[in-house]
């Protein structure tokens, strides 16, 4: 998911589902997208993320990267806990990797080892 401007939105990057081959999250019917010009958003709550039950929560913190004021990953996994997804844990991902790297294949890799590491060491 991506964090921006203390709002969380759902991230479809293809590092994660067409290189790492990790399925899509299917989203529950509280859940809505929202079309803003060409592109669709995915606003996801706490709540909603719950409902989903992940056991992983990857974000790429937008306002980091740009230099606005960074998630609370601390406050995020509290508020996952108080909405009933305890075992969810939070990766935060590194914000300009994510959000600024231009996507060459130093890049690619780079987002492969991050993804990979953090799901091995969550599984642990």
């Known amino acids: 998911m991506t964090h921006n401007g ?25 859940v809505t997208s929202e079309k803003r010009g060409e592109r669709t958003f995915t606003p996801l709550s706490a709540d909603a993320i719950s409902e989903i039950n992940p056991d992983v929560v990857l974000v790429v913190d937008r306002s980091a990267a740009i230099g606005d004021e960074p998630a609370d990953a601390d406050a995020l996994t509290q508020a996952l806990s108080d909405a009933g997804a305890e075992k969810a844990q939070v990766v935060m991902l590194t914000p300009a990797l994510w959000y600024l790297s231009g996507g060459g294949l130093q890049s690619l890799r780079l987002q492969i080892e991050e993804v990979s590491s953090a799901l091995n060491t969550t599984a642990n």
Do not use: F, K
């Not at 203390?6 to 509280?30: C, F, K, R, T, Y």
């Open 6 to 30: 203390g709002n969380l939105m759902l991230n479809q990057h293809p590092v994660v589902h067409e290189v790492l081959e990790i399925d899509a999250l299917e989203m529950p019917d509280s």
